[in-house]
């Protein structure tokens, strides 16, 4: 894996419903290695590249997929006093509360904020703090002052920069997808045996949306889909309720939320990854859902394989990964690839 | 339909076919090995598509002919091994909200291919009923016969009961039941002046997935979906239901009101409905969606959301004797309007 695109993919905003910021440092670095690139209307970043071999002979539609969204804040309403009211997509109030986050495209720092501990009644101190009582808190004296900087209706990151951590660990935020989103790039800078459609997509963080548009579109009749997926290895649960394992390997799910992935593609994927000695795991609790949801239910379905990363706090401020995970994952889905004709 | 050895015969075949919600696709498929084996003398196609569902189409003849749909559920809730190697014991996740606690202790099986094998038994690590659940629950099996993976189909033995002249318990989510309407309505039918599509959908209990596939492939001017209403609005016993709308749609004046007429115009009595539970999956919706026009209609059920359902197969009858006269009455209307 290409650590250094990894981070800069990380530390691109794309806020569902915003994705424009990453998309564009995507299509920049793949426009050489692509023969038809495209922005559909739902805003999905749509990419052809031929394979080395042609098209299948069957003329099977091969398509790989990721998502480009991050979850993140979108501004709703301005108090009189400069305060910033805001929504959530794809959170807990739990992972953000007290967190510091950048608004749009000029980064403007701010602090979603909740009452110090010092004013804290007792009773309050041992609560969660609800939604509708956070703010974000830009330092603007005023609705004229913020409304000056354009926070209004714009999208809101976390702050949370990307590093290497312990033995063999990245932290960064938006790990789901730009893990996915990397090792798409770097298949297409690789090369593949015969043609295949790229899809970076937008929306999946508000329901799957992009990739619906992009399974009409495309009507593939191989699906590959790249995510993240939770690890419940650090939180006291044992056995199965941990989901997959940081330092586990690729995880090549049977089944999510949002799919039933076809299952003898999941079987081939794990015999190719036996074979080549990729270290891989499955999920062992149906958690989450994925643009696979969208793939599988297009008109006359469509076969569907889940390739995913094993990451620690997803869907918060920082993400964790292993290194060597991301690596069996790019390594199968390059495996994968090369046999994607026959499967 | 009354149960006779004959149909008693057809409604036990019809459910030893293992049909868990997510284990069919296209190329193993025991639900299309079934309806091609019923159908082939009666339909111009049958295929399976990737999720599952399997299609059967009796065509006009005619170019550009309209699309009607008649629709049944042809899963099942059971369960997916979701763990085989960290805890020694073979942890499952429920498909379709199976009724764990009614579960316990039933035999299990593998579905492997359209074939069941079987495996064990089902128990809970909980001797609490409110507490069997996924979480305590699993499949117990001797380790010598251990040959099960993670993402391999599980269901319980939960057959059919039969009970007086007309009495059935089903196992509570399962409208599987109808696949023998559609089969019955498409042997006796004929052909029109417009294609009929007989759809078997698949994973209906995982949020009518089927069906939203089934829906954008076949495009049909009118659907008309079978299913169980819970009993207490209406009766079992007391004719089939026609449901004008459910808890995520409603459906079309047109077909309703057809439907009605059509059961009128044969002589059934029937009960209508709103189905209006929010949480009940929709059938319907991923049609109207589609700009289909659509209709429900089937079968009052007691018990439905306690685990097993008690219907009458007389309403059965008369659920796929009412969708049929439809088909006819509208054939005669295209005929008129022509």
């Known amino acids: 894996m290409n650590y250094e695109l990894l981070k800069d993919l990380c530390q691109k905003s794309g806020v569902s419903g915003y994705e424009s910021e990453v998309l564009k440092f995507i299509e920049e670095r793949i426009r050489q290695y692509s023969d038809g690139l495209e922005y559909d209307r739902a805003g999905n970043l749509i990419a052809y590249k031929k394979g080395r071999l042609g098209k299948c002979e069957n003329n099977k539609r091969i398509l790989y997929s990721c998502h480009a969204d991050e979850v993140g804040f979108v501004i709703t309403h301005i108090e009189d006093d400069g305060r910033l009211l805001f929504e959530q997509i794809g959170m807990s109030v739990l992972v953000y509360t007290g967190r510091q986050v950048l608004i749009g495209k000029k980064k403007i720092p701010g602090i979603i904020a909740v009452k110090p501990v010092h004013l804290l009644e007792k009773e309050e101190s041992e609560k969660i703090p609800e939604h509708k009582s956070l703010f974000i808190d830009i330092g603007a004296k005023s609705r004229e002052e913020a409304e000056e900087l354009g926070v209004y209706a714009d999208y809101a990151v976390f702050d949370s920069g990307y590093e290497e951590l312990g033995s063999g660990m990245i932290k960064a935020k938006a790990l789901d997808d730009r893990a996915g989103c990397a090792m798409l790039i770097s298949l297409m800078e690789r090369g593949i045996e015969h043609d295949g459609y790229f899809a970076f997509c937008v929306g999946e963080e508000l329901g799957l949306r992009g990739s619906q548009t992009v399974a009409e579109r495309i009507k593939p009749d191989l699906c590959i889909n790249l995510e993240c997926t939770t690890a419940g290895d650090v939180y006291g649960v044992t056995g199965s309720q941990r989901t997959c394992l940081v330092g586990g390997g690729a995880v090549v799910p049977f089944m999510d939320g949002s799919a039933v992935y076809s299952a003898d593609l999941y079987r081939k994927a794990r015999a190719i990854a036996e074979k080549k000695g990729i270290i891989c795991q499955t999920k062992t609790k149906i958690a989450g859902g994925t643009d696979a949801g969208s793939y599988t239910r297009i008109a006359g379905g469509c076969r569907t394989l889940g390739l995913a990363v094993p990451t620690r706090y997803i869907h918060s401020a920082c993400s964790i990964a292993k290194k060597s995970d991301i690596d069996e994952v790019e390594k199968l889905l390059f495996a994968v690839s090369d046999e994607a004709a026959g499967l | ?338």
């Open chain 2, 1 to 338: 339909m009354s149960i006779n050895t004959e149909n008693r015969k057809k409604i036990e075949k019809l459910y030893s076919i293992k049909t868990v919600s997510g284990s069919l696709d296209k190329k193993n498929n025991s639900m299309y090995e079934y309806v091609k084996k019923e159908l082939s003398d009666f339909c111009d196609d049958i295929f399976a598509d990737d999720i599952g569902n399997v299609i059967a189409v009796k065509r006009s003849g005619a170019e550009n002919a309209e699309k009607i749909a008649l629709i049944a559920a042809a899963d099942e809730a059971g369960f997916v091994a979701a763990d085989t190697k960290s805890e020694g014991k073979i942890r499952l996740h429920g498909i379709g909200n199976p009724f764990y606690a009614r579960l316990c202790g039933r035999e299990a099986f593998q579905i492997e291919k359209g074939k069941s094998i079987y495996r064990g038994v089902l128990l809970s690590d909980s001797s609490d009923t409110d507490k069997i659940g996924e979480d305590s629950f699993y499949l117990e099996t001797e380790d010598k016969n251990r040959d099960i993976s993670e993402g391999d189909f599980i269901c319980a033995d939960d057959p059919p009961v039969f009970f007086g002249d007309n009495g059935i318990c089903l196992n509570g989510l399962s409208s599987k039941i109808f696949c023998l309407s559609l089969i019955d309505i498409a042997k006796c039918a004929g052909s029109f002046s417009f294609d009929v599509y007989y759809i078997f959908a698949a994973q209906h209990l995982l949020g009518a997935r089927g069906e939203k596939c089934a829906a954008y492939t076949v495009g049909a001017d009118i659907a008309i979906a079978f299913k169980l209403i819970p009993e207490g609005r209406t009766k079992t016993g007391a004719g089939p239901v026609i449901a004008f709308s459910d808890g995520r749609g409603r459906c079309s004046d047109y077909v309703t009101g057809g439907l009605e007429e059509a059961a009128e115009g044969i002589g059934i009595s029937y009960q209508l409905c709103a189905e209006t539970e929010k949480d009940e999956i929709s059938m319907i919706a991923p049609f109207i969606s589609e700009g289909t026009k659509t209709g429900i209609i089937g079968i009052s059920a007691s018990n439905k959301k306690v685990g097993t359902s008690k219907c009458d197969l007389r309403d059965l009858r008369g659920a796929a004797a009412a969708a049929c006269a439809f088909l006819i009455f509208s054939d005669e209307k295209s005929e008129e309007n022509r």
